[in-house]
């Protein structure tokens, strides 16, 4: 007899799993999907926006991490693959633009020069002592970032130097997010033994894979939904358009209620869905899953997408990232135009907005998003100029907190699932597309390997 699934949520983590499945169990498996949403792709999003496509969630991956590259080989979209121009973000930090520093481990300084121009004297003698001071370093440590930084190169390397790339990242701040999860390599240097925060970040960027000069980031070509499309027609789901309101067991699997009261019969059951619906999902059947995922934060944030007259004058750079403290409302900006190249005769730009531990996402019009997102090209770019067209989407609870102790709470969220269950998405092994992509196949694989109850 053919296997039957559900697969819970369908955002990127829920289409990777349900093509996994597929690709593994065959023609004949039923898999059920369930997701309310108007279409599928989750945080993936591309909408037309001055007649070009334009993603208004995620918009970018990692290109160095194999699993986004290899999931469109996969699926016959390697030549959709794009890269950037190469030209690189700014900083906005003291009412004024700085280059983005290089020679940086994620604005962690290897060097006093690295950060001369952005932060101060008193800094740069700081950060050039900071081998001559004790480091206190246990393995296993996982402090904030902002306890770790800002304790061996003060709150100017932090907040203008690090925190706008976390902001961008998580949606956070270096006071919410473990150094763990944020800097992998620098704690793997610390946990090696040593002997300075400055020897662990040159020791990190020392091996890097990446080849000097190789593009960071990478995109497809038509936006996200070609991806989207593509695995929804390979994975051949049966979706519903309802939402899932508990997972229970049956005497011969699973059962997925959703919000009619229908219940739907599965051998496994894939649940990807943000932490705070994995909680209230299972917490009969896994409570120990449900209690860790409790403990995971969540931030929302709102884009304003625009399209721009083409010919605006913008510089020759990425974006920007916002430092903290400043007092431009958007966390970072990203003129998309020049990030991946002409686009029509419009120019792309998307404005962010909202952080961990405010409601702006929530509690700020559509129409005072767009007034503030003119005020801050102004103050940027000295510009006033009315869009063209324009979009605001609001990701609310979308964007989880890596916070100390991160990893063990994971490792804690996926021993209390019972066999038959299995957990994707990105509060789990990293936030970003190609974190997703590995997690959702880890799921897919656990249900595929029978695994003793406990």
Same mark, same amino acid.
């Given at each position: ?172 701040? +270096? #006071? ?5 999860? @944020?800097?992998? &390599?620098? /704690? %793997?240097?610390?946990?090696? *033994?040593?002997?300075? =925060? ?92 449900? +209690? #860790? ?5 969540? @931030?929302?944030? &709102?884009? /304003? %997408?625009?399209?721009?007259? *083409?010919?605006?004058? =913008? ?106 269950? %299995? ?32």
């Amino acid at each position: 007899m053919s296997r039957s699934y559900c697969v819970v949520g369908g955002g990127i983590s829920g289409l990777v799993a349900a093509y996994r499945l597929r690709v593994a169990a065959g023609p004949h498996a039923a898999i059920t999907l369930f997701d309310p949403a108007d279409r599928l792709g989750g945080i993936l999003r591309t909408e037309r926006i001055g007649g070009q496509p334009m993603d208004v969630g995620a918009e970018a991956f990692v290109a160095r991490r194999p699993e986004v590259p290899a999931l469109l080989a996969e699926l016959g979209l390697a030549d959709r693959q794009i890269g950037t121009t190469g030209v690189r973000p700014l900083v906005y930090s003291q009412a004024r633009l700085h280059p983005l520093p290089s020679d940086t481990l994620q604005g962690i300084p290897t060097h006093p020069s690295a950060l001369a121009g952005l932060v101060d004297d008193a800094a740069l003698a700081r950060i050039a002592d900071e081998r001559t001071r004790p480091l206190r370093w246990r393995a296993g440590d996982d402090p904030s970032v902002a306890e770790l930084v800002g304790s061996r190169f003060g709150d100017q390397v932090l907040t203008r130097s690090v925190e706008p790339l976390l902001s961008g990242v998580y949606a956070g701040s +270096a #006071a919410t997010i473990g150094v763990r999860s @944020a800097f992998p &390599a620098l /704690v %793997a240097a610390l946990d090696r *033994g040593a002997r300075s =925060l400055t020897d662990a970040a040159c020791e990190a960027l020392a091996a890097s894979t990446v080849p000097r000069g190789a593009l960071v980031f990478g995109a497809v070509e038509g936006g996200y939904t070609v991806l989207v499309d593509e695995l929804v027609r390979q994975a051949n789901v049966h979706w519903l358009q309802v939402s899932a309101e508990a997972v229970q067991r049956s005497p011969h699997g699973w059962e997925v209620v959703d919000d009619e009261g229908t219940r739907h019969h599965a051998d496994a059951v894939v649940l990807a869905v943000p932490a705070p619906r994995l909680a209230h999902l299972v917490a009969e059947v896994a409570p120990r899953t449900a +209690a #860790a995922a409790r403990r995971i934060g969540v @931030a929302s944030t &709102a884009i /304003v %997408a625009l399209a721009l007259p *083409g010919g605006t004058p =913008l510089p020759q750079h990425s974006g920007v990232l916002v430092a903290s403290g400043e007092r431009l409302r958007a966390k970072a900006v990203t003129l998309s135009t020049r990030k991946w190249g002409p686009r029509g005769n419009v120019e792309l730009v998307r404005l962010s907005y909202g952080r961990f531990g405010d409601d702006l996402a929530r509690s700020v019009g559509d129409e005072e998003l767009l007034e503030w997102s003119a005020l801050d090209l102004h103050t940027l770019f000295g510009i006033r100029v009315d869009p063209v067209d324009h979009r605001v989407q609001r990701w609310i609870d979308a964007m989880p907190q890596y916070g100390p102790g991160h990893l063990d709470l994971i490792a804690d969220l996926r021993a209390g699932l019972p066999p038959g269950l %299995a957990v994707a998405g990105g509060y789990l092994d990293g936030i970003g597309v190609p974190a997703c992509v590995a997690a959702a196949t880890r799921a897919a694989a656990s249900l595929l390997t029978p695994r003793v109850a406990r």
